[in-house]
């Protein structure tokens, strides 16, 4: 059992194995490959299982791997200072 001084870190820990998880399966789903232009254009190219869905759900998915990554990154920074706080 968590002792109860520690009970918010466990929670910002369950947390952030969450958005690594969701983070590791977007990033699984939509492998792509970046292509650079000689316009100063970058063009994604999916070659997951994303493209089973469609264009658009890969799009989604690249858009929810990197929400999950700043979050989990934001998550571990205040799980730091919590720790240090404590």
Known sequence: RTPKSLSPYAIIMLN???LDLAGAVASWM???RLVHDH???MVFIYIGPCTLLGARWCHAIQCVHIFAVCQSIVFL???FAYRLWI
Do not use: G, Q
């Open 16 to 18: 952030t194995a969450c």
């Open 30 to 32: 939509c492998i792509s």
């Open 39 to 41: 316009h100063f254009s």
């Open 77 to 79: 920074l205040v799980s």
